[in-house]
């Protein structure tokens, strides 16, 4: 069974480091791409960027280049989400999701989400 | 950089059936923006209802369908169900990147 499975809740303080995981299982994680996604409190899905778990080619949203890093590690089928220094407005709920190819949106699997509370 | 527009708001009523949209601003939108439906309800992970335009899933119940009508994507809900109310996002691929539509809020009532 494909699972992407999530990180739990996390509250941090302005100008903190985080980083949020995503462990996939069921499948080869080498072959999949991983998208994140953003959904600030009460609004939509924001596309934040994408990354190859086979060679760790990423792909930002201009959005968010340079305010987030992903990264994976394929020794433990994970990939992850970092902030060196989160502000306020990073509050919302962060999904991560698999798809095949690098701009083709085709997420089939989607983990559970994790919420990020940066709050002084 | 592209806009992805989707109707904010729609209302249906049990059995009837509605049609949600996806556009973009650049033009009409084309299977080469493979085009994708997502559902989400409240308190939820968004669950994939169609891919590249008119693709199902074996979760996807045989009431919902998608295809391009009049230089959009659409999401063609056919006998609405009260469990079949939830946010419906599309979602387009562009040239270096791939842009969410703003949601449809879908009322059964």
């Known amino acids: 069974e494909v699972q992407l499975v999530q990180s739990g809740a996390g509250v941090k303080k302005p100008g903190e480091s985080l980083k949020i995981s995503c462990q996939g299982s069921?499948?080869?994680?080498?072959?999949?791409?991983i998208t994140w996604v953003r959904q600030l409190p009460g609004k939509g899905l924001e596309w934040m960027g994408t990354i190859d778990p086979s060679d760790s080619y990423t792909k930002y949203s201009p959005s968010f280049q340079g305010h987030v890093t992903m990264s994976t590690d394929r020794s433990i089928t994970t990939a992850y989400l970092h902030w060196s220094s989160l502000k306020a407005a990073d509050t919302a709920f962060y999904y991560c999701?698999?798809?095949?190819?690098?701009?083709?949106?085709?997420?089939?699997?989607w983990g559970q989400g994790t919420l990020v509370t940066v709050s002084s | 950089q592209a806009v992805v527009t989707q109707e904010p708001s729609l209302t249906v009523s049990p059995g009837e059936t509605v049609t949600l949209t996806c556009g973009s601003n650049?033009?009409?939108?084309?299977?080469?923006?493979?085009p994708c439906w997502f559902q989400q309800k409240p308190g939820q992970a968004p669950r994939t209802l169609i891919y590249d335009t008119t693709n199902t899933h074996s979760w996807t119940p045989a009431r919902f369908s998608g295809s391009l009508l009049g230089g959009k994507a659409a999401l063609t809900l056919l006998g609405a169900q009260p469990e079949d109310e939830a946010d419906y996002y599309c979602?387009?691929?562009?040239?270096?990147?791939?842009?969410f539509g703003g949601g449809t809020k879908l009322t059964v009532l």
């Open positions: 999701a698999r798809h095949p190819t690098m701009l083709r949106p085709e997420f089939d699997y």
């Open positions: 979602v387009l691929s562009f040239s270096g990147t791939v842009i």
């Open positions: 069921g499948y080869d994680f080498s072959t999949y791409w």
């Open positions: 650049t033009g009409p939108v084309t299977s080469g923006h493979i």
